[in-house]
């Protein structure tokens, strides 16, 4: 058998060549991952077309983009983009790059435009990607085409105001490779229902020295909170006392109700929902909350303020959605890969909008929305660039996934899926599986029909 370094150099040449076949049986097993999944940067480069661009990919919230022509400027993988919503209410998603020279286009984070203008020649194109201007045209002869170049347009779809992105054009439609993720979504979205989920505008952006899938472990770890995060734990008990939000996870937290469930095609849940009996009296203090719940309880009386009020605390739901799309409590999570060692978060907060929604519900959601990128994103940064920096010793390969997985405390939901105690590195298995089945595949290009998967491939 080879050794993990001569596999590694197998998978490498057949991810360049195509070959079909698992290359990567031998970095990514069960128990365990070869290190060089974090570090080598010829693999990172490969996933940058092999994960993001096959598979669908979170781009844009439709609430970024409320009207005709706004438009957002995004990424998918490495490959800038622009998310627009064109006059008559389409939704496009189109690569910045201008097809002369290869400058991006759009050279501003958000705003309205129907067209774009490339500042370097001034070629022009309209917000759904076709090219409308180039000036002085007559420097091009017969063989110029207009119609071929256009901006390159990503295949597009949403699900309940989420959008998404691919070039595979074999892919199933969103809804279906979502599978029971998207029922999770829609228990996320319908806590108040007939609201609407607006995503607020800016972000708090957080940069690592490391690499993007040291994000998506950790986003269904629930083993580690409660020793990552005691800092931010025993500060919530000494000033709050005992049962507010967070302090589930502290001790044996298999002996709790949280579980982990692995939703399929990459996509993971950590439920903490049976942990929260009380959604209002268990979120943390924030400031301003006396003023805001006494004005409440006197407008709503005290049972329509209750219900309201439980809008404002955390859903108590992760949800991980492959590869790039975390929602956590009530905020958004997008992973921005930089390089093979260095990423970028973005929690974005949403709020929920309604008639029979008072706004001071919103002001509550913003209040409560800062304290966790604030007081706890930082320790999860440190861990990563920690795990990055240790990962770079060569005489030590690997990264071990086992936790739980011959312990008895796996089973399946009534629908079927593989759940586990909350400590379960379930998740983490359940990415690697998805991540070597697209990494086995082949890139899909711009308007190619299928990305060819290999026969036998677990898709
Ligand atoms: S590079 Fe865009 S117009 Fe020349
Ligand atoms: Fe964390």
């Not at 993001?52 to 438009?71: C, K, M, R, V």
């Not at 790059?97 to 309205?112: I, L, P, Q, W």
């Not at 800092?231 to 937290?253: A, E, H």
Request: charged letters at 20%; a negative charge.
């Amino acid at each position: 058998m080879d050794t993990p370094h001569d596999s590694r150099h197998h998978a490498l040449h057949d991810a360049r060549t195509g070959t079909c076949g698992d290359a990567y049986a031998a970095l990514v097993q069960e128990h365990r991952v070869h290190r060089s999944l974090y570090t080598d940067r010829a693999i990172f480069e490969a996933e940058m077309n092999t994960v993001f661009g096959q598979t669908w990919t979170f781009l844009a919230h439709e609430s970024e983009i409320p009207n005709p022509n706004d438009y957002v400027r995004k990424r998918l993988g490495l490959r800038p983009i622009v998310v627009t919503r064109a006059a008559d209410g389409t939704l496009h998603a189109v690569l910045n790059r201008c097809t002369h020279r290869g400058a991006t286009v759009c050279r501003h984070d958000s705003g309205n435009a129907r067209r774009f203008t490339c500042p370097y020649h001034n070629w022009t194109f309209a917000n759904t990607g076709e090219l409308v201007g180039v000036p002085i045209v007559a420097g091009y002869g017969p063989g110029f085409d207009k119609g071929e170049l256009g901006l390159g347009k990503l295949r597009v779809e949403t699900y309940r105001g989420f959008v998404f992105g691919t070039f595979n054009q074999a892919l199933p439609d969103l809804k279906t490779h979502l599978g029971q993720a998207a029922a999770h979504l829609d228990q996320w979205l319908d806590r108040w229902p007939g609201a609407k989920l607006v995503v607020r505008h800016g972000a708090t952006k957080l940069r690592c020295n490391g690499n993007w899938k040291l994000v998506y472990d950790n986003s269904a770890d629930g083993y580690h909170p409660g020793f990552s995060h005691l800092s931010l734990l025993r500060m919530r008990k000494d000033r709050y006392g005992g049962g507010v939000d967070m302090q589930w996870v502290s001790g044996d937290v298999d002996a709790g109700l949280q579980t982990v469930t692995d939703l399929g095609n990459g996509n993971t849940f950590l439920d903490q929902r049976a942990e929260i009996t009380a959604y209002w009296p268990q979120a943390a203090p924030m400031p301003g909350e006396n003023a805001y719940e006494s004005t409440l309880r006197a407008r709503l009386g005290d049972a329509g303020a209750d219900a309201a009020l439980d809008m404002v605390m955390g859903s108590g739901m992760n949800l991980n959605i492959f590869p790039n799309l975390l929602i956590i409590g009530n905020q958004l999570q997008v992973i921005e890969p930089f390089d093979v060692d260095h990423s970028e978060l973005s929690w974005y907060a949403t709020s929920l909008e309604a008639d029979d929604l008072p706004p001071e519900i919103t002001a509550l959601r913003m209040r409560l929305q800062e304290d966790f990128p604030a007081f706890g994103e930082p320790d999860d940064l440190a861990n990563f660039e920690a795990c990055q920096e240790g990962l770079r010793i060569a005489e030590m390969e690997w990264v071990h996934t086992g936790r739980h997985l011959d312990t008895g405390r796996e089973g399946m939901t009534p629908e079927g899926l593989p759940t586990s105690v909350v400590s379960s590195e379930l998740p983490i298995r359940a990415f690697w599986k998805q991540w070597k089945t697209l990494m086995n595949g082949q890139p899909a290009r711009i308007g190619a029909a299928p990305a060819g998967l290999c026969a036998g491939d677990d898709a």
